[in-house]
Structures are given as C-alpha cells and as structure tokens.
C-alpha cells in the first residue's frame, strides 16, 4: 500500500509540474511585456552560446 501511496505522489508531482510550466506558458503568451518563459535549457547564459554577450566572453578565455 505504501508503495501505492508512493507512485500516486510522484505521479501528481509531475502533473503539477506539467501544469504549471503550461501555466507559464500561456501567461507569457498573453503578457509579452514580462518576457518570454525561460525553460530549462535555454534563454540567455554563458553556459549558452547563443547570446554572445560580453561577459560571456571575457568568461569563455
């Protein structure tokens, strides 16, 4: 039964995850004047090349 328990847990965790990311999603998609929702992975950082900023730069040497 704890086992049980245990599954339906981390199944609704993922399912509230799911709903929030869709969540964020829709309200960047209504309210663009607050940015674009950064998911995992992505957006501006040096770990990410596809900024190219200064600071990422002088990091890179």
């Known amino acids: ?7 339906l847990i981390v199944l609704g965790l993922l399912a509230g995850w799911l709903l929030v990311r869709e969540v964020a999603r829709r309200f960047a998609a209504r309210y663009p ?3 674009a929702v950064r998911e995992e992975g992505e957006g501006c950082g040096c770990g990410n090349h596809k900024c ?3 600071q990422c ?4 040497h």
């Open 57 to 60: 730069k002088r990091e890179a």
């Open 1 to 7: 039964m704890t086992y049980l328990k245990t599954v």
């Open 52 to 54: 190219g900023t200064d």
């Open 33 to 35: 004047e607050f940015g």
